[in-house]
Nanobody
Framework: QVQLVESGGGLVQPEGSLRLSCVASGTIFKINDMGWYRQAPGKQRELAATITSGGSTSYVDSVKGRFTISRDNAKNTVYLQMNSLKPEDTAVYYC???????????????WGQGTQVTVSS
């Protein structure tokens, strides 16, 4: 069994900052790409940022220069540092990871339960 658990969401004023964390636990042989998706009310879920096991990152244009994704492979954890937050960043943020449970298993996508981020004055 593998579980992803997010933390760090909340209410923040515009131009404020938040740091999201996501820990993967359970039977894990290897974690490939990790990422953060977000879904705003009435909109489709979109990819915000991704990071490979080697540390290469990519971002959706709307968060470039404001968000930073990082990971600690020893702790099976991925982070999303969000600065200069805007009301349009308001969404439920979901952690995603491609995980191999053992050398006998194929990679599989896992999702966290989501954490609410609200940017409002």
């Amino acid at each position: 069994q593998v579980q992803l658990v997010e933390s760090g969401g909340g209410l923040v004023q515009p131009e404020g900052s938040l740091r999201l964390s996501c820990v993967a636990s359970g039977t894990i042989f290897k974690i490939n790409d990790m990422g953060w998706y977000r879904q705003a009310p009435g909109k489709q879920r979109e990819l915000a940022a991704t990071i490979t096991s080697g540390g290469s990152t990519s971002y959706v244009d709307s968060v470039k220069g404001r968000f930073t994704i990082s990971r600690d492979n020893a702790k099976n954890t991925v982070y999303l540092q969000m600065n200069s937050l805007k009301p349009e960043d308001t969404a439920v943020y979901y952690c995603n990871a491609e995980i191999i449970r053992s050398r006998y298993f194929n990679p599989r996508q896992y999702w966290g339960q989501g954490t609410q981020v609200t940017v409002s004055s």
